[in-house]
């Protein structure tokens, strides 16, 4: 094998032990393949096995073993690993540093892209030798658009009438030579409307890029963008959770508030994962949040529970909008960890609520029979007609909410002769 160290080990603790014993338990059974294999007179094979030294510390070693029948014996050639498990654990720990800088990345760049999407000013990043938009966000694509799906992937200047595509023309040029041009003013296709655009060039390493914005002329860009440009920093140190989806309830975006309640290691691990995996009652909550975002535009104060990864629940309260500006159109959900308001009131979970107004409340917090426990058929009453409310008139999820099976909904809606239930299947 090559090495002082090892024979000196063999010579002190190796001579006349049976092989077996100077393996640990893990390869044992591969000793006993590898001898098994060589008296057999099969192609030879080679095996890795671990040595324990008598300090605690493991020798690996890769044999192959040979059968002489002319000396009747065994002959086993060992390789000494420890340089190939050093380089393999560098390798290893190579492998984890370049994970860590690529969720930094996809994190910086998941943000990039929501402020990038967000923008109220069309942005657009133009590949500088060829001219060929490479990004464009929403608003850009909107303004620019001439007759197909993206104007990525087109050559730029795109849009323009045709004295603003010479002054276009004109600005890139200016821009390769100076890395940034003066704002113009220019008009778009069919659009009467005055534009101003900036050009700046950006180099990295041995690309260029040309950054370019276009904006209304009389925009106040001072007081307008001042509020847009800080928003990123506002929605990151927020206290509650704010969630950005789009009409599928899809994570597009979440601050570290939803991170830290929702108990995911990391953003990248809650993007594009639907928020039924946390919200409320799976199938219930989250349909519909999103039915009355679609039919109202807003929501506010829904009381629901947030399950965290852990198995934590949180009772929390949702406000959410949509977000018209952008396309396609996105909701942004702010919730509100509430279990310390809830929990401190012992009266909300152990006495019944002395109002109609308190007791409508309640729906959709604690399950029917713990509501109507001792309470008249007009609580009930209520109750019901409040769960028909907040769900659209979706006897389905009213039913999930009150805790009841649909039969047994159905049966208490003709008792309390609160809806037809002729169209019922």
């Known amino acids: 094998m090559g090495s002082e160290e090892i024979h000196q080990e063999i010579k002190k603790s190796w001579v006349k032990k049976n092989w077996v014993d100077t393996v640990d338990a893990d390869s044992r059974d591969r000793v006993i393949e590898t001898l098994a294999t060589a008296i057999e007179s099969k192609d030879p094979i080679w095996r890795e ?32 690993l420890r340089q190939i498990s050093i380089l393999q654990q560098q390798l290893l720990n190579a492998q984890q540093t370049l994970e860590q800088d690529y969720w930094k990345l996809r994190q910086v760049e998941t943000r990039y892209r929501l402020i990038f999407d967000m923008a109220v000013d069309a ?23 001439q007759n197909s799906k993206t ?9 323009f009438d045709k004295s603003s595509m010479n002054s276009v023309s004109s600005l890139l040029a200016e821009t390769r030579v100076t ?29 260029s890029r040309f950054l370019i914005r276009l904006y209304h002329a009389h925009t106040n860009t001072t007081q307008t963008h001042e509020p847009t440009a800080r928003l990123s920093e506002v929605i990151e140190s927020a206290p509650d959770a704010i969630v950005i989806t789009d009409m599928q309830g899809l994570v597009q975006y979440a601050n570290p508030s939803f991170i830290k309640l929702s108990q995911v290691a990391s953003i990248e691990q809650a993007v594009n994962q639907s928020m039924e995996r ?11 949040l999103i039915t009355n975002l679609q039919n109202y535009g807003a929501v506010k104060l829904y009381a629901s529970k947030l399950r965290g990864e852990l198995g934590a629940v949180s009772n929390v309260e949702i406000s959410a909008a949509v977000i018209d500006e952008v396309e396609p159109e996105l909701f ?8 310390r308001r809830v929990s401190s ?21 604690l399950p029917l029979k713990e509501i109507v426990r001792e309470s008249s058929d007009l609580i009930e009453k209520t109750c019901i007609e409040a769960a028909l409310e907040l769900t659209d008139d979706n006897r389905a999820s009213a039913a999930e909410i009150l805790g ?15 809806a037809d239930l002729s169209n019922i299947e």
């Open 151 to 159: 104007i990525i992937g087109k050559s730029f200047p795109i849009g």
């Open 404 to 418: 009841l099976s649909r039969q047994s909904l159905y049966a208490k809606l003709k008792t309390h002769e609160i």
């Open 278 to 288: 946390w919200l409320g009652r799976t199938g219930v909550d989250l349909n519909i």
């Open 179 to 207: 890395g940034k041009s003066s704002a113009s003013k220019i008009h778009l296709l069919d659009n009467e409307r005055e534009y101003k655009i900036s050009i700046n060039l950006i180099r990295q390493d041995n690309e």
């Open 49 to 80: 096995v671990n040595h324990q030294l008598d300090d605690g510390t493991e020798l690996p070693i890769r044999y192959c073993c040979i059968y002489s029948k002319e000396l009747n014996v065994l002959i086993a050639l060992g390789r000494d």
């Open 332 to 339: 942004i959900i702010f919730i509100r960890d509430i279990e």
């Open 345 to 365: 009131d012992a009266t909300t979970v152990t006495k019944l609520p002395r109002s109609i107004e308190q007791i409508t409340q309640q729906v959709g917090k």
């Open 123 to 145: 942005v657009l990043v133009v590949d500088e030798p060829s001219n060929i938009i490479l990004e464009a966000n929403p608003v850009a694509n909107k303004l620019l658009l």
